[in-house]
């Protein structure tokens, strides 16, 4: 779909927010998407993913099911990476 994507990003995972956006980035970047890419299939703006992936944000729980979904996991599963993500902090 979009541009180019680099597999070599890193977050920080100091926060919930934090992690959940290092867990989006991961899993985003093992299916080779972009930003506009993962936009597109969860509906929310490529802004916005940003913005999640950054920490910036706080995702209501319905985001992070519409998330899980899109990535093909269940949410037990979704945070699980999540609390792996904090526990490298």
């Known amino acids: ?30 299916k080779k998407w972009s930003q506009v890419d993962l936009a597109i299939r969860s509906g929310y703006t490529s802004g916005w993913v940003s913005k999640l992936e950054r920490g910036n944000v706080s995702p209501k729980l319905e985001l992070i099911v519409s998330l899980a979904d899109t990535f093909d996991l269940k949410l037990s599963q979704f945070f699980a990476r999540v609390e792996r993500a904090q526990r490298k902090k």
Do not use: Y
């Open 1 to 30: 779909m979009a541009g180019k994507v680099s597999n070599k990003i890193k977050r920080e995972t100091k926060t919930l927010g934090q992690a959940i956006g290092a867990v989006v980035t991961k899993l985003r970047l093992e």
